[in-house]
């Protein structure tokens, strides 16, 4: 059964619905107020929470925010308890992350069907993410190594060579190799940087770690516009690039904003040619700061982009490309890591990946 957190300040009610609870065998954490129940929260992990909108001091939408933006709680199913049943009140919830609105007055029958139909729903992500993981045991298996040899070629034979002392080179010929070994070796060092952090990322999903929170970034306008050019110069392709950024505030370590923009450039500049624009639109939306990175290059279909996961690469034996494939899925469990999350889009031509991060306030 499930660990189920009840957050309600009116004792009788709070009481009644944990004992609907258990009579069905499940576990249940009891708070009274908003304060405490982030406190029980993110102390106990629970499988689900209930929470009461309508709370002294800090009411139930300013719950839901506060532990969207904590790893262990970000993707944790929340059930609001209201007695508003305007439209635009169940609008509000739901974009900030609400799973299902229960209105007061409801009955045992209402609240177990809900809780029900939110815990199959997480058996079936369980499940989901089982697969995904059996997928990428095998994918690893298949290109980890292929990834891992093709620098190395070119390293270690330019090194024999330059070792060897039967040959002998002019200068002008040494530059063009150590070049070579340059762009062969960060290839490679990227690659294994990649590595160790999608395997850090997803043992602290699966542990329920955190990164660092609550940092508060002032100007991502800016670190968007100097990542993406520096990209876009590495491929000779700077007047590809088409900025249009808003300033704002978000809470995001600058290392990992940064990561996320270059692996997602990179890939726009990689899978278009040179003369095809990339086009970077950033703007606060709501409580979300966007990013979105539209390439005109050959795209992805619907189906490739429901299945996209860490080392898969699509069409590899028809269009000969460099990576991983793993750039994507780190840019998106590290959107998830910090309360937002990323979404592709198929375009006629191109693909569009949208970035959204929660905003921040000084306050």
Known sequence: MARILVIEDEAPLREEISEWLMFEGHEVIQAGDGRL??????????DLIISDIAMPEMDGHRVLLELRTHAITALTPFI???ARAERKDLRYGMEIGADDYITKPFTREELLASVE???QKLVAIAAANENELNNLRKT????????????????????????????????????????????????????IENYLLYAQIEVLIATGGQREDNVILEHPHLVIRDTARKSAQDVDRLVDLFLDLSPGMIRIP???????????????????????????????DGNYYTIMIRDQGRGMSPEQISQVGAYMQFDRYVYEQQGSGLGLIIAKRLAELHGGGLTLEALSPGVAVTVYLPIATTD
């Open 37 to 46: 129940g982030i406190e029980r929260a993110l102390a106990e992990h629970p």
């Open 80 to 82: 609001f308890l209201t």
């Open 117 to 119: 139909m939110r815990l």
């Open 140 to 191: 690893i298996i298949y290109f980890l190594p292929h990834e891992l040899r093709t620098p190395l070629v070119a390293i270690v034979g330019y090194g024999e060579m330059l070792a060897t002392e039967e040959f002998s080179f002019k200068p002008e010929d040494i530059w063009p190799m150590g070049k070579a070994i340059v762009k062969s070796g960060r290839r490679l060092q990227r690659l």
């Open 254 to 284: 600058l290392k990992d904003l940064q990561k996320i923009l270059q692996e997602l450039v990179d890939n726009a500049f990689k899978f278009s040619k040179p003369g095809e624009q990339v086009q970077i639109y950033a703007q606060t």
